[in-house]
């Protein structure tokens, strides 16, 4: 299996999730092609999971970097998946499917190349999680 590189840094990780997370919430109201409620989702999750991650951006530090990373992979899949599946039907152009198939994609993609671990100074406590 062939695995990205890993070079994108948890801090830089953490300004892409902000950004995401808002645009995402912002555009859920216009995107016909994928259902409201997941882009709302998607978006409102990405912004959460940032607030509670163990990371430099982190508010509360409860999530380990490894399990946002998954999660990260989740809603990704989601959102391209809600897309190009049968809730997506309603779409009217092509640009209503593609931007949030390429927004799913680049989620998933950021989350395979960014640094599994922040820097030691920024880890709060360690998580009992087995990520």
């Known amino acids: 299996m062939i695995r990205p590189p890993r070079v994108i840094p948890t801090k ?3 300004i ?3 950004a995401s997370g808002a645009l995402i919430l912002a555009a859920s109201t216009g995107l016909r092609g994928v259902p409201k409620g997941v882009a709302t989702a998607v978006g409102a999750g990405v912004l959460a999971q940032s ?3 163990d990371y430099e951006l982190g508010v509360v530090r409860l999530v380990p970097m490894r399990a946002h990373l998954a999660l990260d992979v989740a809603s990704g899949l989601a959102l391209a998946g809600s897309a190009v599946g049968p809730t997506g039907g309603g779409a009217t152009g092509v640009a209503s499917r593609v931007l949030p198939v390429l927004a799913g994609i680049g989620e998933v993609t950021v989350a395979l190349m960014t640094q599994p671990d922040p820097p030691r100074r920024w880890r709060r406590r360690r998580s009992r999680l087995a990520f």
């Open 12 to 14: 830089a990780h953490g």
């Open 16 to 18: 892409a999730d902000y």
């Open 51 to 53: 607030l509670l991650t």
